[in-house]
């Protein structure tokens, strides 16, 4: 996930006025531009398919309702979103906490969420590929909620240490710091593999 | 051997992680390498640090289906659809109920063959029901206000 440029910014800034003014096509433009990065963060965070794709898209449904609200001089759309996003994911993992099921367990029974993209075609190579990306997957679904999310945000979306501090509104060192105690509890988890 | 002084632990730490994802630069580079130098155990760490990120970084989520973004903005805009018409719905729904429980009082205490107790019965039914529909939309008026997430659309 790479920063939001200037001109971008101002694209969405403009877009945003639109849908503002009631055009919804001018929303879909957003959403269209944005929706990748909203499911696959989802998926990191919620660890499903069919529930990263409904948060993310209910997601989009409470940022058009509350478009009013949302002020350019704070932050870029995405950012925005994304608060909106988390929480979502975030409310949704507690009720599922209260159910008896765990993330864990949801994460061992989808091992397939995670690939690695293959140039060898050698079984052996293949077999201990996907033992290892298995074990990541587990390893990533048993963290805390806050862990898991600087994971997904550095390792999987790519942002910079700017822009994790600009989404979660904390200061780059407290994400340093958090990002060391998330793969401190990673590579323990991960000692056999590693 | 030396040891790294539990002090500059945190320090280092931090520059590892600057260092692993590729953010560090200028003087915290040049600190950084000076403690892979000075500590055998600054640089194991380093090792098992940016094992882990290799690892890490090889991999992604797997695609979906391409349907599936291919339908995503449809789904976005049905939901978006039909939370307006919920809306429509609701307004509707509540000036006719309210127009209706008024009317159907005011027809019950004007009828001169109904009994008192009836009366007092039918209008304790249609007030009680007014009252829970008040309860229940202040509830969630004050559930919004008090609500993480409505802080975080505030923003």
Known sequence: MNSTSRPERENDDWLISRCQSGDLQAFGVLVEKYKQRAYYTALGLVGSHEDALDLSQEAFVRAYRSLGKFQPSRGSFFTWYYKILRNRCFNFLRDRVRQPRSFSVIGESKPQLLEIPDENCDPTVIAERNEIKDAVWRAISSLNEHEREIIILRDFQGLSYKEIAETLDCPIGTVMSRLFNARRQLREKLNGYL | ?155
């Open chain 2, 1 to 155: 051997m030396m040891k790294l002084p539990e002090a500059e632990k945190q320090q280092f730490r931090m520059l590892l992680m600057a260092a692993i994802d590729g953010e560090i630069s200028g003087a915290d580079k040049t600190r950084f390498q000076q403690y892979l130098q000075q500590y055998p155990e600054c640089r194991e760490e380093w090792q098992r640090y940016a094992k882990l990120k290799e690892v890490t970084s090889t991999m992604q989520f797997t695609k979906p289906q391409p349907e599936v973004w291919d339908r995503y903005w449809i789904n976005v805009y049905n939901r978006i659809e039909r939370g307006i018409g919920w809306i429509i719905f609701s307004i509707g729904c509540v000036i006719l109920l309210t127009y209706g429980g008024f009317k159907t009082v005011e027809a019950i205490i004007a009828d001169p063959q109904l009994e008192l107790i009836v009366k007092i019965g039918i209008t304790a039914v249609i007030g009680g029901l007014l009252l829970l529909v008040v309860s229940v939309v202040r509830e969630k008026i004050f559930t919004a206000k008090t609500d993480r997430y409505q802080k975080e659309v505030q923003r």
